[in-house]
């Protein structure tokens, strides 16, 4: 069964400090990943995607990285601000046929406190 | 910002009513998508659409009812509303790339609208 898990399932920071997020995946064959950022109550907003031959990819403060052998992804925040208060959501896509089925985590809930 | 919008944002209805959310999008996109989402889960597919007069159910079974009956437009509906269809409900939309290739098919939501039925 394709199953995409993520961990912490909550963290609380303070605002200044760096954290990592972790997504470990059984979705095959792989597509992409994806990190999405949802505030609450409002609709999930994209921060990266990656396919399998990327390795890292950076958006502002906010730096992914994918290991596909080991079908594992993490998100480091650098320097996290208020506003990072939010549910950050990994989506892995199969290589299905023009886009390819979504699979969703059940999210890392962050609260950065000043 | 994305250019896909619903509404109601916010609707709390009795049991037994008729309820339309709405979806649009700005961008052209021929593929469109609900999802369903409830706190701590992750979101579920419920319908999906490739193109105008297209309409697939997706994973998560629902008694809800699509149309597209215009590129940008994306109802859905329920038609007699019940305390188990209290949630939240995410319209998106993608990009089809070139024919014969992937694209990176990039997700476009929308805020959402929460519907909360007593």
């Known amino acids: 069964k394709n199953q995409v898990e993520q961990s912490p399932q909550s963290l609380i920071i303070l605002e200044g400090k760096n954290c990592t997020l972790q997504c470990n995946y059984t979705v095959s064959p792989f597509s992409n990943l994806r990190w999405y950022k949802q505030d609450t109550g409002r609709g999930p907003v994209s921060l990266t995607i990656m396919t399998f031959s990327e390795n890292t990819k950076s958006n502002g403060r906010y730096t992914a990285t994918l290991d596909a052998d080991t079908k594992q992804s993490s998100l480091h925040i650098t320097a996290s601000q208020l506003s990072d208060s939010a549910s950050y959501i990994c989506?892995?896509?199969?290589?299905?046929?023009?886009?390819?089925?979504?699979?969703f985590g059940r999210g890392t809930q962050l609260t950065v406190w000043p | 910002e994305a250019d896909i919008y619903q509404t109601p944002r916010y609707l709390v209805i009795g049991t037994g009513k008729k309820i339309t959310l709405e979806c649009s999008q700005t961008?052209?996109?021929?593929?469109m998508y609900w999802y369903q989402q409830d706190p701590g889960m992750e979101l579920h597919l419920i319908h999906y659409?490739?193109?105008?007069?297209?309409?697939e159910k997706g994973d998560l079974s629902s008694e809800s009812t699509v149309s597209r009956i215009r590129t940008e437009h994306f109802p859905l509906t329920l038609e007699s509303a019940r305390p188990s269809h209290t949630s939240q409900y995410l319209c998106a939309s993608s990009e089809v790339k070139a024919s014969g290739r992937l694209g990176t098919g990039e997700l476009f939501f929308g805020e959402g609208s929460r519907l909360t039925v007593l």
């Open positions: 961008m052209g996109h021929d593929k």
């Open positions: 989506v892995v896509s199969d290589r299905g046929s023009t886009l390819g089925r979504l699979y």
């Open positions: 659409s490739y193109g105008v007069n297209s309409t």
